[in-house]
């Protein structure tokens, strides 16, 4: 069985339930955290800063994404560089583009070149890839998030992807990779073959953890003999 410790992907918790957070913490696997609006808000929040300001500063070796809420240019950058004083281990998620489509570049060149530590996210395409390749300063931390998850929700195989991905990022040494939108240990053990930097898992997935390369032979006869169980406890039986 493959260790989960000898993972050298990175393990971002994507959540915002404080809870969650402060649980998730205490484990060595966990190296940061991801969260957006619509967490906070399924999280209860009502206070936006307040919030994540509380989160940051309960877990500050970890780090911590904190989106933006607004959807112009000007008050998206105004937004992020006010979130990058929340706490020292905060990265700001700024969406590739705005909802009407714009691409948000000019505002992540610009706090890149300030050295803001920017995570842009809902990334999907190459071309997106390269225009943000262009626009990080190579001096400045950055995350560049691939929803490798939702790529792949649509029949698409999102292995060359993330792995192009890495190899157009490649000269920009302080910038890393997450594979976003996990929908299984699959994709764990995917983004840790390939080298990929980060990736954000769901509480929910990262309790099977324990499963990661489990002996498949092992695996047969657990589901055989639960199956008996069930039989057997149903009183069914066949006439000879």
């Not at 009407?100 to 570049?105: A, L």
């Not at 157009?168 to 053990?189: D, E, F, Q, Y």
């Amino acid at each position: 069985m493959k260790d989960p410790l000898a993972l050298k992907v990175e393990l971002f918790v994507d959540s915002a339930d404080f809870d969650n957070i402060v649980h998730f913490s205490k484990n060595p696997l966990i190296s940061g955290f991801t969260t957006n609006p619509s967490l906070m808000h399924k999280s209860g929040a009502s206070d936006y800063e307040a919030y994540a300001r509380k989160i940051l500063a309960a877990v500050p070796n970890h780090q911590v994404a904190v989106e933006v809420i607004a959807d112009d240019l000007a008050t998206m950058e105004a937004e992020a560089r006010v979130i990058a004083t929340w706490g020292p281990n905060v990265n700001v998620k700024i969406p590739v583009t705005t909802t009407h489509g714009e691409f948000t570049g000019p505002i992540i060149r610009a706090l890149s070149a300030d050295g803001i530590f920017v995570n842009v996210t809902v990334v999907f395409t190459l071309e997106q890839v390269r225009a943000i390749a262009t626009c990080l300063d190579p001096n400045t931390p950055a995350i560049v998030s691939i929803f490798a998850g939702r790529v792949a929700d649509t029949g698409v195989d999102p292995l060359p992807l993330m792995q192009e991905t890495l190899r157009l990022l490649a000269h920009l040494p302080k910038t890393k990779v997450i594979w976003a939108s996990t929908r299984g240990l699959l994709h764990i053990a995917q983004a840790d073959e390939i080298g990929c930097h980060i990736i954000t898992v769901p509480p929910d997935i990262l309790e099977k953890l324990p499963m990661l390369g489990k002996d498949l032979a092992t695996y047969s006869l657990e589901g055989v003999q639960a199956f008996y169980r069930d039989t057997q406890a149903s009183g069914f039986q066949i006439r000879l």
